[in-house]
């Protein structure tokens, strides 16, 4: 996933101190480090579809390269990165293990840009979906289920799960369209500048790996993607209520 100059191993250790300091603030509470067991299973959700969303995509355009890898799967271990993984269960966004894609592979019918692009957004476009389906999955539960039930712990603990599965997944979509590199958005971005920007955006992507960098460890990325995340959630958690007439 990052191609820096600098030691791979300097930016994990960074990025485990990070979340090591995390996962202490949420051990001094443990009703905080129930809610966030109660996470996982939208994590081991998200990450799951959202890589198996870029294999996908990248198959039926004729790159079989995931395939062969065994990332044609909804099997989680298959995806699953464990630095990823853990800042999505602490910080609500993350990342899976990269989906490897050859786009010369690709049909003929569009360019190797817009087979990329369109492989890129399959991963979003899913965490949408998902996010959609269980609001759909709350709504009805809600709507539906006696009043016993929603009060007792069972029902509690089922809506709190749902919930986390569908803040997860938009969490991961809305992060992973920044337009900056290794992100999927930087893909999505790319056919849409003029030729020269297009260069300059490729031949200074290191620049952007680091500004990516900077933005994330400096706790910038969740200020960026917040007002995102809001009006992702409301859009979609609106129309599942009005499809249910909540």
């Known amino acids: 996933m990052f191609n820096f100059s600098f ?3 300097t930016l994990y250790i960074i990025i485990g101190v990070l979340i090591l300091f995390t996962i202490i603030q949420y051990a001094s509470n443990p009703q905080n480090l129930v809610n966030l067991l109660m996470t996982a299973p939208g994590v081991l959700i998200a990450i799951t579809f959202h890589e198996f969303a870029h294999a996908f995509a990248a198959d039926k355009l004729g790159d079989d390269t995931a395939r062969r890898e065994g990332r044609l799967s909804l099997n989680p271990i298959d995806h699953l990165d464990p630095i990823g993984t853990l800042m999505l269960l602490v910080a609500g966004f993350g990342w899976g293990k990269p989906v490897h894609v050859d786009p010369r592979n690709y049909t003929r019918k569009m360019s190797m840009e817009k087979g990329e692009a369109i492989v890129s957004i399959a991963g979003p476009l899913m965490n949408f979906i998902l ?3 269980f609001s759909l999955i ?4 809600y709507k539906f289920a006696n009043v016993t039930f929603l009060m007792s712990t069972a029902g509690e603990a ?3 799960i749902i919930s986390g599965v569908i803040s997860i997944n938009i969490g991961l979509g809305v992060f992973n369209l920044i337009p900056l590199p290794p992100l999927d958005g930087s893909k999505v971005l790319i056919p849409f500048l003029p030729q020269k920007a297009k260069y300059w955006f490729i031949n200074n992507e290191s620049i952007f790996y680091i500004i990516f960098v900077l933005i994330w460890i400096s706790g910038l990325a969740g200020t960026i993607i917040t007002p995102g995340i809001s009006l992702v959630s409301n859009g979609i958690i609106r129309l599942a209520e009005l499809i249910f007439g909540i």
């Open 7 to 9: 030691d791979k191993r």
């Open 131 to 133: 996010a959609f389906i």
């Open 138 to 141: 709350f709504c009805a539960i």
């Open 158 to 160: 089922t809506l709190t």
